[in-house]
């Protein structure tokens, strides 16, 4: 049976990763982040991708990354979550690794390395692709994709056409901003108009599907992390919040909401601990595990955001507290990489229920 409990060196790795977190993303920081006319921290990016070397977990050490694995790169993201902390690590370390790996393309090298920065050039609501939106004529690419994941501050973008998946830079893109409704993670729509490209992959369709599906397994993880501190922090608030010479907390309602959501947080833990090993070991079990993972933790998530502001009575409706970042953080990825309910429609299929 496949072990789901965090190894001694997930957990470094975890401790790492929250220490500068804690030092550097704090709740004061992100807001006076995504407030400023540069929204993603590129010096934090730097300080995870190069210094603790996080931007190529999966990859192996040959090949400029850290030798080590996805469940590496889902712990990551559990961190990432409790912090919402606006860097590019999904559209770089999850969507352009999982594309490029297998490849054999050098720039896996680079981007692993954390010396360049890349993203998939796919909307990021995208649960699955047939047909692209940019055409290729020789090495030159013209089109549009709309809601582009981390393409403001990446180098290189991953576009996919019907004759394969092109590396552009990005510096030849057309690159418009979308006020998106999660300020954390800022999206953008990409226009290419005769933009030189070099071919990575005269197969598109493989690499795309190899990342949004990769996308999926560890998008549960950074979902456990977000509902994870909602959890985390209401329960350290209703133990302190009086209200009528009683602690809030001490309301057997209360109690009981908060219960059933540890119990569906902790059910949450096993299902993205089992979709990001699944994705790790190559399991051919990955489809239903990454399916079952949005079906499931994407609605926790969100609920767990919902509790959070609402047990925090007024103060949980400001601006100057951050459950707003966590409930937008929930309710967007709520629909990226696909709704619960289109997980669950394939999952459905996958394990043969009568429709």
Same mark, same amino acid.
């Given at each position: 049976?496949?072990? @789901?409990?965090?190894?001694?060196?997930?957990?470094?790795?975890?401790?790492?990763?929250?220490?500068?977190?804690?030092? /550097? *993303?704090?709740?004061?920081? $992100?807001?006076?982040?995504?407030?400023?006319?540069?929204?993603?921290?590129?010096?934090?990016?730097?300080?995870?991708?190069?210094?603790?070397?996080?931007?190529?977990?999966?990859?192996?050490?040959?090949g400029g990354g850290a030798g080590a694995s996805w469940r590496e790169t889902?712990?990551?993201?559990?961190?990432?979550?409790?912090?919402?902390?606006?860097?590019?690590?999904?559209?770089?370390?999850?969507? %352009?690794?999982? +594309?490029?790996?297998?490849?054999?393309?050098?720039?896996?090298?680079?981007?692993?390395?954390?010396? !360049?920065?890349?993203?998939?050039a796919v909307p990021l609501s995208a649960g699955a692709l047939k047909t692209?939106?940019?055409?290729?004529?020789?090495?030159?690419?013209?089109?549009?994709?709309?809601?582009?994941?981390?393409?403001?501050?990446?180098?290189?973008?991953? $576009?996919?056409? *019907?004759?394969?998946?092109?590396?552009?830079?990005? *510096?030849?893109?057309? !690159?418009? #901003?979308?006020?998106?409704?999660?300020?954390?993670?800022?999206?953008?729509?990409?226009?290419? !108009?005769?933009?030189?490209?070099?071919?990575?992959?005269?197969?598109?369709?493989?690499?795309?599907?190899?990342?949004? !599906? &990769?996308?999926?397994?560890?998008?549960?993880?950074?979902?456990?992390?977000?509902?994870?501190?909602? @959890?985390?922090?209401?329960v350290a608030y209703v133990k302190t919040r009086r209200q009528f010479a009683?602690?809030?907390?001490?309301?057997?309602?209360?109690?009981? /909401? @908060? *219960?059933?959501?540890? $119990?569906?947080?902790?059910?949450? /833990? +096993?299902?993205?601990?089992?979709?990001?090993?699944?994705?790790?070991?190559?399991?051919?079990?990955? #489809?239903? +595990?990454?399916?079952?993972?949005? &079906?499931?933790?994407?609605?926790?998530?969100?609920?767990?955001?919902?509790?959070?502001?609402?047990?925090?009575?007024?103060?949980?409706?400001?601006?100057?507290?951050?459950?707003?970042?966590?409930?937008?953080? +929930? /309710?967007?990825?709520?629909?990226?990489?696909?709704?619960? %309910?289109?997980?669950?429609?394939? @999952?459905?299929?996958?394990?043969?229920?009568?429709?």
């Amino acid at each position: 049976m496949t072990d @789901l409990l965090y190894s001694d060196v997930e957990e470094e790795l975890r401790a790492s990763v929250r220490s500068l977190l804690t030092d /550097r *993303a704090g709740f004061e920081a $992100v807001l006076a982040r995504i407030e400023s006319p540069e929204p993603v921290d590129l010096k934090l990016w730097r300080a995870l991708a190069v210094d603790l070397g996080v931007a190529g977990l999966p990859v192996p050490e040959a090949g400029g990354g850290a030798g080590a694995s996805w469940r590496e790169t889902a712990v990551v993201l559990e961190e990432l979550g409790r912090t919402v902390a606006p860097v590019p690590f999904l559209g770089n370390s999850v969507l %352009a690794v999982a +594309a490029l790996l297998g490849t054999g393309d050098p720039l896996l090298d680079a981007v692993a390395a954390g010396s !360049r920065t890349a993203t998939l050039a796919v909307p990021l609501s995208a649960g699955a692709l047939k047909t692209w939106t940019v055409t290729a004529e020789g090495d030159r690419l013209d089109g549009t994709v709309t809601s582009v994941v981390d393409a403001g501050v990446a180098e290189v973008l991953l $576009v996919p056409t *019907a004759a394969g998946l092109f590396a552009v830079e990005a *510096a030849d893109a057309e !690159r418009t #901003p979308v006020v998106s409704f999660d300020l954390t993670r800022p999206l953008t729509d990409v226009t290419l !108009r005769g933009a030189p490209g070099r071919l990575i992959s005269a197969d598109a369709a493989g690499p795309v599907e190899r990342a949004l !599906r &990769a996308g999926a397994a560890l998008l549960a993880s950074e979902q456990l992390g977000v509902a994870e501190w909602c @959890l985390t922090t209401t329960v350290a608030y209703v133990k302190t919040r009086r209200q009528f010479a009683r602690q809030v907390g001490s309301y057997q309602a209360i109690k009981h /909401r @908060l *219960a059933d959501l540890w $119990v569906s947080v902790t059910e949450a /833990r +096993a299902v993205a601990r089992y979709a990001a090993d699944c994705l790790a070991t190559g399991d051919p079990d990955l #489809p239903v +595990a990454a399916a079952l993972a949005q &079906a499931f933790c994407s609605p926790v998530a969100v609920k767990a955001a919902e509790e959070c502001v609402q047990l925090h009575g007024g103060i949980g409706f400001t601006w100057e507290h951050p459950a707003h970042l966590y409930l937008k953080r +929930a /309710r967007s990825n709520a629909v990226t990489f696909g709704s619960a %309910a289109s997980h669950r429609a394939a @999952l459905s299929a996958l394990v043969a229920l009568p429709g």
